[in-house]
């Protein structure tokens, strides 16, 4: 596979996969997710049973491209929701368990990719957080759902009401992550735990998988399909542009509440 965004490594029967724009903070945009949905099939086409997923460099993900959301209208905004929800659906519904490294920031879209995940690991030195309300946004890839049935809804409003971000300990309290590790520990323990489960019976684990989503914890496409609508409609009022310009502009945003 030519590769763009990630580097892929398939083991035996388990597979790292790292996003390779450390510069960037690996940040996620249109083809970022593309590529991880056309990479969703490779894993799928190989019968991989679990996927590390990490983050080069001192990023996980900074989330979802501020400065590409900052050009959307309400449409494509509501459509670069609804791509996102679907390549992380994709994660929710594959067959393979995903096993999140999270090295460092994960927030916006990057913690929300970690949410899409199975297991979660994390760093001494991750920082997670859902900041989008300062952004005069919202989460728009499967935040608003996936966060709530993860650490309950009372935390989860805390945090995508207020943007704050929260460290790894703060995670681990509110059962977002399993385990906080020592940063160079973090990827050998994963690869570890991926081996682990390659040993496993491959349909069985995903068996597993699908029943634990069936218990009322999953998310569906439906879920993802009226978040996205909510969020397109953050840019069709004047402090969603505002809040985006203003982090483009390198400046406090101006909220009206209009
Ligand atoms: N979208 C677009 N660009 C982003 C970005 C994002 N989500 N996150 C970071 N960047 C850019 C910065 O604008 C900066 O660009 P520049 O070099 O052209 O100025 C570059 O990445 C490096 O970021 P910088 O802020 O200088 O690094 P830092 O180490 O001081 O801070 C963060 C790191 C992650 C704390 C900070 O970049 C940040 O708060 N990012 C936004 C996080 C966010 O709100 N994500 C949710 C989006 S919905």
């Not at 388990?14 to 970022?32: F, I, Q, T």
């Not at 491959?202 to 699908?210: D, E, N, T």
């Not at 218990?215 to 993802?224: K, L, Q």
Request: aromatic content about 6%.
């Amino acid at each position: 596979m030519n590769l763009q965004c990630f580097n892929l490594e398939i083991q035996d029967g388990w597979a790292l996969l790292e996003m390779a724009r450390p510069e960037k903070l690996n940040v996620l945009d249109g083809n970022v997710l593309r590529e991880l949905e056309s990479i969703l099939e490779t894993l799928k086409a190989q019968k991989v049973k679990a996927v590390v997923l990490t983050g080069q460099g001192k990023a996980f993900a900074a989330g979802a491209d501020v400065a590409a959301m900052a050009e959307m209208d309400c449409h494509e905004a509501t459509l670069f929701s609804a791509l996102g929800n679907r390549v992380f659906q994709g994660i929710e519904d594959h067959p393979a368990v995903f096993i999140a490294a999270v090295n460092g920031y994960a927030l916006g879209g990057g913690c929300e990719l970690a949410l899409a995940c199975d297991l979660r690991i994390a760093s001494e030195q991750a920082t997670f957080g859902q900041p989008e309300i300062n952004l005069g946004i919202i989460p728009g890839f499967g935040g608003t759902q996936r966060l709530p049935r993860i650490v309950g809804t009372a935390r989860a409003k805390e945090w995508i009401f207020t943007g704050k971000r929260f460290s790894a300990q703060e995670a681990l309290n509110a059962g977002l992550v399993s385990r906080v590790l020592p940063p160079e520990q973090l990827v050998p323990e994963a690869r570890t735990l991926a081996e682990e489960l390659a040993k496993k019976s491959g349909p069985i684990l995903s068996l597993a998988k699908q029943a634990i989503a069936a218990s009322g914890t999953g998310v569906s496409s439906r879920h993802g399909e009226q978040e996205a609508e909510y969020f397109g409609k953050c840019l069709d009022t004047e402090d969603g542009p505002e809040g985006l310009k203003a982090f483009v502009e390198k400046r406090v945003p101006v909220f009206n509440d209009r």
